[in-house]
């Protein structure tokens, strides 16, 4: 499984940093290759409880935060624009 919290992942036998893995997202999501829904936050919410909604599990909320470029904060202030990509299946085999 691939964590936020390893600065190293081992992925089919490849080893990624955490840059590497947001360089690939936005890589991915630039060229078309990760689909992505955009809007924008109403008020202050957590990245982790939008990936368990979207992802039904909250572990994946490092995914948003790199597509969507802001780091890696769980709270986002209002406003903030986020890219969730539609598909985590998708993201986790460019990985």
């Known amino acids: 499984m691939i964590s936020r919290y390893s600065y190293t992942q081992i992925v089919e036998g490849k080893s990624l940093t955490n840059s590497d893995c947001v360089k690939v997202i936005q890589d991915g999501i630039k060229i078309g290759e ?16 939008l990936s368990g909604q979207f992802y039904g599990t909250s572990e994946f909320w490092w995914v948003i935060a ?12 209002p406003g903030t624009l986020l890219r969730v990509p539609k598909d985590i299946s998708r993201v986790l ?3």
């Open 93 to 95: 085999a460019l990985l």
């Open 34 to 49: 990760i689909d992505i829904d955009t809007f924008s936050l109403a008020g202050e919410q957590r990245l982790d409880v």
């Open 66 to 77: 790199a597509a969507s470029g802001i780091g890696w904060g769980l709270q986002v202030p």
